[in-house]
């Protein structure tokens, strides 16, 4: 019996583990091969300046609001348009990595804003390779 519980539990770490080193990964994998989002004028999106906002001290709990409304655009884009999908594993990932930082954010911004504003800052660059993925998809993001 105790065995099994043991068992459990490192496989447990074990999967917890991988799931994070394969999110940073994915993440890092992606800035490396294209340069991130600009825009000329106003962006369309809040995650394309929500970084250099989060560096500046800026209050979380708006930030937190606009990257939730951007996740939302995404996922509209993604369920109406017919060539958009984020059926892949490495896409899956993504949006369950961003769900997780999401939910750390809301553990951790009372007690701990270092950590929420990390959570806010992965939650972005999630969303920022996730419409970079869909803008691969439909041929409107042309590479630097």
Request: charged share 20%; proline share 3%.
């Amino acid at each position: 019996m105790l065995v099994s519980v043991l068992t459990i539990i490192c496989s447990a770490v074990l999967l917890a583990y991988w799931f994070r080193y394969t999110c940073i990964l994915l993440l890092q994998n992606a800035e490396q091969r294209q340069p991130a989002m600009r825009t000329n004028g106003a962006p369309a999106f809040g995650f394309i300046g929500i970084q250099e906002r989060i560096r500046e001290g800026q209050e979380l709990d708006p930030l937190h609001r606009a990257l939730g409304r951007d996740y939302e655009v995404l996922m509209y884009l993604v369920a109406h348009a017919s060539r958009l999908n984020l059926g892949s594993l490495e896409d899956r990932v993504l949006v369950l990595d961003y769900k997780l930082m999401q939910l750390q954010f809301r553990l951790t911004r009372a007690l701990f804003p270092a950590r929420a504003r990390g959570a806010l800052t992965e939650m972005a660059v999630v969303l920022e390779t996730l419409a970079r993925r869909m803008g691969d998809q439909s041929g409107a993001y042309n590479r630097a």
